[in-house]
């Protein structure tokens, strides 16, 4: 059973596809065994910035109509994910949080060569 995290963690729908792309990719080039080690390596990803949303590793985005969004590469997790390691993470958590609200809401899950300020929503959710 997952263990809860400090925040409350939400996809957008725009992430849920990132998250589904990523696996996708994943196991066409690299098969299923890879696509489930990404799979936990993301959701890994997920569950650190819901324990702490400003975690050291993580970054305060500076693109233009970024306010307050922040970025947290998936490779800084893979310490905490028990077996095989991923070889080569590529993916960015791209996400808001209202610690007055208690959540987390992560808006994208990019490739780190994306052009970030290109797949940034106008209203993260």
């Known amino acids: 059973m997952p263990r809860r995290t ?3 963690v939400n996809l957008s729908d725009a992430a849920v596809r990132d998250f ?3 696996l996708d990719w994943s196991v066409e080039h690299f098969g299923k065994s890879a696509r489930l080690r990404y799979a936990r390596l993301i959701s890994q990803a997920i569950q650190d910035i819901g324990d702490n949303p400003k975690r050291p ?3 305060k985005l500076t693109e233009p109509d970024s306010e307050g969004l922040r ?3 998936i490779g800084l997790s893979r310490e905490y994910v028990a077996g095989r390691r991923v070889g080569n993470p590529r993916h960015v958590l ?3 949080f209202d610690a007055a609200a208690g959540q987390v809401d ?3 899950i990019l490739h780190d060569t994306n ?3 290109l797949h940034i929503p ?3 959710l």
């Open 94 to 96: 791209i996400y808001v």
């Open 115 to 117: 052009e970030i300020r």
């Open 71 to 73: 970025a947290y590469h």
């Open 20 to 22: 589904q792309r990523a």
């Open 106 to 108: 992560v808006v994208r």
């Open 6 to 8: 400090r925040y409350k």
């Open 122 to 124: 106008d209203e993260p």
């Open 57 to 59: 590793s993580s970054r």
